[in-house]
């Protein structure tokens, strides 16, 4: 079985990146990001088939990991089977401001957690991140990057959802940036 990855053709690569976008509404956040397909392609998809359902997720900030708003996507809130295969990709402790870090845990992974298979969505703004857990060091698979131009809203908002607390995300997949 040969599995094709966005932006790929059998045999030949296309370059075409693909963004979504992630709103919040009581902060005012609206940043777009560029998946990164080649770097981290089942992360990246994963990330795009979430985005392309357009639902609403809880988030809030994160509290050991530092500049981070962590949103956990659980369980039937997953897009079909694409969880049941995700291996690190573009692997780092240490996202940079701007990055889209992500985690899959399967059900029973960690004591504590979500009792069902779940996919951390963890959008770094600041310098100083690390992903130092209760649990320990883990790693997320860098699979997106905010676009320049929207760095400073990306900022703002978070800052915002950091005094406020919870909030709810949206994430959009996008045609074009």
């Known amino acids: 079985m040969v599995i094709i990855y966005p932006g790929q053709i059998e045999g030949m690569n296309i370059c075409m990146t693909r963004f979504i976008m992630i709103r919040e509404e009581q902060s005012g956040l609206a940043a777009r990001f560029a998946l990164l397909d080649h770097e981290a392609p089942r992360h990246a998809d994963m ?14 900030h994160a509290m050991w990991t530092g500049p981070e708003i962590s949103c956990l996507v659980v369980g039937d ?13 573009n692997a780092t402790s240490f996202p940079a401001m701007g990055e889209i870090a992500t985690v899959f845990a399967p059900k029973g992974t960690w004591k504590g957690m979500p009792p069902a298979d779940f996919f951390d969505i963890g959008i770094f703004y600041g310098a100083g991140s690390r992903m130092l857990m209760p649990m320990g060091w883990i790693q997320g ?37």
């Open 47 to 60: 990330l795009w088939q979430i985005a392309r359902q357009g639902d609403r997720h809880n988030a809030i």
């Open 77 to 89: 809130a997953l897009p079909g089977a694409t969880a049941r295969d995700l291996p690190l990709e």
């Open 141 to 177: 698979s860098v699979c997106a990057h905010v676009v320049p131009e929207d760095l400073a809203a990306l900022q703002a908002g978070c800052a915002t959802i950091r005094k406020n607390g919870s909030c709810s995300l949206t994430f959009e997949a996008m045609s074009q940036p």
